[in-house]
């Protein structure tokens, strides 16, 4: 049904919405523009490293970007070539996960998570054609760093406000979103990717910002079917909110433990982007038939196969809640952390294994791709659906913001240690990311031990629990 054809007495959030797949439809809506969002930002990630070790910066290239000596010099002294390449990326996509706080915050306290957002999606459309001009780089990436922070968390905190609290699609609901996501990621390589490498770095740019621009037709196309935000009129003065109760503090409390284990446990899966990248473009065998295809595509792959494993994980827990009883959502992270080190491990043979001279068969990267993928389906989505549900209604927004300080972690982290791939032996620096996901394996099981229900109860349920 498209939204013309709507009945004007529609009600979002009722438990009886099932148009899109069993889901509220305002879930479809949500999860295009996503994957519209997710396409172009994926896309310039996957271009950056390599655009900026192959292209920009080179002698005669890099003294044009404006501002970029005086980072050169006070940020990143001392680095050059691929470890400059890595921090700076490193650097980006940490402050990529860290402004969702204050979008979130902006969000909750003055224009409503509508309005927040639609000004994120704008500016990361100007942040992406602004890649199209070299000197303008950095500015660039301000946009985009300015541009997810008011879209991510909002779009992600729609999705919870789609479902009541006892509503159990909620789960399955942020799985369906990461499909969108990993469809996009799939796509926007094979895309993006190809015109950058092989047709102009600023075609793949320019394609990602015109995916952006579709996206928020997308997003203002179904707003009708989307939660409704209870802001005053102009001139009205804002009810002061419920304040947060001692439940409410600890399930804030709780989460925020959580953040720094979480970062840990995602620094292999976010290194793909990064060092693995660089290292699958010059020591893979990327030969297909007599063919040599980009080694962005190694992206496409990564989505591929991510975009199998959440529906195969998604579809082996809906056939086990049918015979027995479903893990809790730190059980299910458990699970994750330990492919999540079978994954990393494959990565060390890989380089272990590495004839003479030669290059990489395919073989460990794919065992790789496997293990990780079935990790990521476990511990991403089931993470994303568990801040979405203990978090306090009254800052739901600024909670999910603060759970992207796990990427932010992560990916500062991915900046330092990317940078020592070009100095350690390739055996060591995999088994950096091995020991990551092992530590997260451990506090994930020492989180269970401890808190128990604890960590899958609502706020209002801590309450009631407290007296």
């Given at each position: 049904m498209t939204v013309a054809d709507a009945t004007p007495d529609y009600e979002v959030g009722t438990h009886d919405d099932r148009a899109f797949l069993g889901h509220p439809k305002g879930l479809g809506y949500l999860g295009f523009t996503e994957g519209c969002e997710r396409f172009s930002y994926y896309s310039m990630q996957t271009l950056l490293v390599l655009y900026m070790v192959n292209y920009l910066l080179v002698p005669g290239r890099m003294e044009n970007v404006v501002g970029l000596s005086w980072l050169n010099a006070h940020?990143?002294?001392?680095?050059?070539?691929?470890?400059?390449?890595?921090?700076?990326?490193?650097?980006?996509?940490?402050?990529?996960?860290?402004?969702?706080?204050?979008?979130?915050?902006?969000?909750?306290?003055?224009?409503?998570?509508?309005?927040?957002?639609?000004?994120?999606?704008?500016?990361?459309?100007?942040?992406?054609?602004?890649?199209?001009?070299?000197?303008?780089?950095?500015?660039?990436?301000?946009?985009?760093?300015?541009?997810?922070?008011?879209?991510?968390?909002n779009i992600a905190t729609q999705v919870g406000a789609l479902y009541g609290p006892n509503d159990l699609r909620r789960a399955m609901a942020f799985q369906i979103f990461y499909i969108f996501i990993n469809v996009s990621v799939i796509v926007g390589p094979l895309i993006s990717g190809t015109l950058g490498q092989r047709v102009g770095w600023h075609w793949g740019f320019g394609c990602a910002g015109v995916v952006m621009v579709l996206g928020l037709i997308i997003y203002l196309s179904g707003?009708?079917?989307?939660?409704?935000?209870?802001?005053?009129?102009?001139?009205?003065?804002?009810?002061?909110?419920?304040?947060?109760?001692r439940g409410d503090w600890l399930c804030v409390l709780y989460l925020v433990i959580l953040i720094p284990v979480l970062a840990i446990s995602l620094l292999t899966n976010q290194e793909i982007f990064n060092a693995?990248?660089?290292?699958?473009?010059?020591?893979?065998?990327?030969?297909?038939?007599?063919?040599?295809?980009?080694?962005?595509?190694?992206?496409?792959?990564?989505?591929?196969?991510?975009?199998?494993?959440?529906?195969?994980?998604?579809?082996?827990?809906?056939?086990?809640?049918?015979h027995r009883r479903e893990p809790d959502e730190i059980s299910k992270m458990i699970i994750g952390s330990v492919f999540t080190v079978a994954g990393g491990l494959c990565l060390f043979m890989a380089a272990l294994t590495q004839p003479a001279g030669g290059k990489i068969s395919m073989f460990w990267p794919l065992m790789f791709e496997l293990f990780n993928s079935i990790g990521f389906a476990h511990v991403l989505p089931i993470s994303l659906a568990l801040f979405s549900k203990i978090s306090p209604k009254q800052i739901t927004s600024t909670v999910i913001g603060l759970?992207?300080?796990?990427?932010?972690?992560?990916?500062?982290?991915?900046?330092?240690?990317?940078?020592?791939?070009?100095?350690?032996?390739?055996?060591?620096?995999?088994?950096?990311?091995?020991?990551?996901?092992?530590?997260?394996?451990?506090?994930?099981?020492?989180?269970?031990?401890?808190?128990?229900?604890?960590?899958?109860?609502?706020?209002?349920d801590q309450a009631k629990a407290l007296g």
């Amino acid at each position: 049904m498209t939204v013309a054809d709507a009945t004007p007495d529609y009600e979002v959030g009722t438990h009886d919405d099932r148009a899109f797949l069993g889901h509220p439809k305002g879930l479809g809506y949500l999860g295009f523009t996503e994957g519209c969002e997710r396409f172009s930002y994926y896309s310039m990630q996957t271009l950056l490293v390599l655009y900026m070790v192959n292209y920009l910066l080179v002698p005669g290239r890099m003294e044009n970007v404006v501002g970029l000596s005086w980072l050169n010099a006070h940020v990143y002294p001392g680095l050059s070539g691929q470890p400059l390449a890595s921090a700076i990326f490193g650097t980006y996509t940490a402050l990529v996960y860290l402004t969702p706080i204050v979008g979130g915050i902006i969000a909750d306290k003055w224009f409503g998570r509508n309005a927040t957002l639609i000004a994120g999606g704008v500016l990361m459309a100007i942040g992406h054609f602004l890649m199209a001009i070299e000197p303008a780089f950095l500015l660039a990436l301000l946009a985009l760093l300015l541009g997810v922070g008011a879209f991510k968390g909002n779009i992600a905190t729609q999705v919870g406000a789609l479902y009541g609290p006892n509503d159990l699609r909620r789960a399955m609901a942020f799985q369906i979103f990461y499909i969108f996501i990993n469809v996009s990621v799939i796509v926007g390589p094979l895309i993006s990717g190809t015109l950058g490498q092989r047709v102009g770095w600023h075609w793949g740019f320019g394609c990602a910002g015109v995916v952006m621009v579709l996206g928020l037709i997308i997003y203002l196309s179904g707003r009708k079917y989307l939660p409704v935000e209870n802001r005053p009129a102009r001139g009205e003065r804002r009810e002061p909110r419920e304040p947060l109760s001692r439940g409410d503090w600890l399930c804030v409390l709780y989460l925020v433990i959580l953040i720094p284990v979480l970062a840990i446990s995602l620094l292999t899966n976010q290194e793909i982007f990064n060092a693995y990248l660089v290292w699958g473009d010059q020591h893979f065998n990327l030969s297909l038939l007599g063919w040599t295809f980009p080694s962005t595509w190694l992206i496409t792959l990564d989505a591929a196969v991510s975009f199998s494993m959440l529906l195969a994980v998604a579809a082996f827990w809906k056939w086990w809640g049918t015979h027995r009883r479903e893990p809790d959502e730190i059980s299910k992270m458990i699970i994750g952390s330990v492919f999540t080190v079978a994954g990393g491990l494959c990565l060390f043979m890989a380089a272990l294994t590495q004839p003479a001279g030669g290059k990489i068969s395919m073989f460990w990267p794919l065992m790789f791709e496997l293990f990780n993928s079935i990790g990521f389906a476990h511990v991403l989505p089931i993470s994303l659906a568990l801040f979405s549900k203990i978090s306090p209604k009254q800052i739901t927004s600024t909670v999910i913001g603060l759970y992207y300080l796990s990427f932010f972690i992560a990916n500062a982290v991915v900046g330092y240690v990317g940078g020592l791939y070009s100095s350690l032996p390739t055996t060591t620096f995999w088994l950096i990311h091995v020991a990551s996901a092992v530590f997260g394996l451990v506090a994930f099981i020492v989180f269970k031990i401890v808190l128990g229900h604890r960590m899958t109860s609502t706020a209002q349920d801590q309450a009631k629990a407290l007296g």
